[in-house]
T-cell receptor, first 114, second 110 residues
Framework: DAMVIQNPRYQVTQFGKPVTLSCSQTLNHNVMYWYQQKSSQAPKLLFHYYDKDFNNEADTPDNFQSRRPNTSFCFLDIRSPGLGDAAMYLC?????????????FGPGTRLTVT | KQEVTQIPAALSVPEGENLVLNCSFTDSAIYNLQWFRQDPGKGLTSLLLIQSSQREQTSGRLNASLDKSSGRSTLYIAASQPGDSATYLCAGAGNTPLVFGKGTRLSVIA
């Protein structure tokens, strides 16, 4: 089945130690997104790629970066995680069809910062 | 800037009851509205997508409506079951990617 895959599902890192979360997709969608979701809050968009074009949300901290080496893969790098970065990180994909972008989400990576 | 509000924040109903979840948005120039389900500690599962030219979409026991002029969408769940217990989120897409509401946490009691 075509799907969005996130690895790892659970990640524990130390304060200030760089961490990378990965997302892959078999849907061949041209748009990929990274969201941060904290407990009982709405998912917050960090950035997205439209093909190779990177779009950063204005309030995304510089501590967060992303790479998309090809259509299928996208990475979220947190350079120096703080305690406030502990959250669920969600990857999503979409493909434009007639001006509509239906989004498909992966299972998420739960990040814990100790 | 699009803002999405969901009311109520939490809802508890007995099994078998029909229920309505509400979603309101501030910018009527949306391209589509999408309803999701999220189980605790999991990702989001897409339930229904309503394009701006449509008024409603149906899937099984679920029916979602969209009224752009009033800035509202509703998700109707018929004959609720304990397995429907989850958080339901709506999200609108316009010139910018999806903007989410905080969700309604639904509990269906057997």
């Amino acid at each position: 089945d075509a799907m969005v895959i996130q690895n790892p599902r659970y990640q524990v890192t130390q304060f200030g130690k760089p961490v990378t979360l990965s997302c892959s997709q078999t849907l061949n969608h041209n748009v990929m997104y990274w969201y941060q979701q904290k407990s009982s809050q709405a998912p917050k968009l960090l950035f997205h790629y439209y093909d190779k074009d990177f779009n950063n949300e204005a309030d995304t901290p510089d501590n967060f970066q992303s790479r998309r080496p090809n259509t299928s893969f996208c990475f979220l790098d947190i350079r120096s995680p703080g305690l406030g970065d502990a959250a669920m990180y969600l990857c999503a994909t979409s493909k434009e069809q007639g001006g509509t972008y239906e989004q498909y989400f992966g299972p998420g990576t739960r990040l814990t910062v100790t | 800037k699009q803002e999405v509000t969901q009311i109520p924040a939490a809802l508890s109903v007995p099994e078998g009851e029909n229920l309505v979840l509400n979603c309101s948005f501030t910018d009527s120039a949306i391209y589509n509205l999408q309803w999701f389900r999220q189980d605790p500690g999991k990702g989001l599962t897409s339930l229904l997508l309503i394009q701006s030219s449509q008024r409603e979409q149906t899937s099984g026991r679920l029916n979602a409506s969209l009224d752009k002029s009033s800035g509202r969408s509703t998700l109707y769940i018929a004959a609720s079951q304990p397995g429907d217990s989850a958080t339901y989120l709506c999200a609108g897409a316009g010139n910018t990617p999806l903007v989410f509401g905080k969700g309604t946490r639904l509990s269906v009691i057997a």
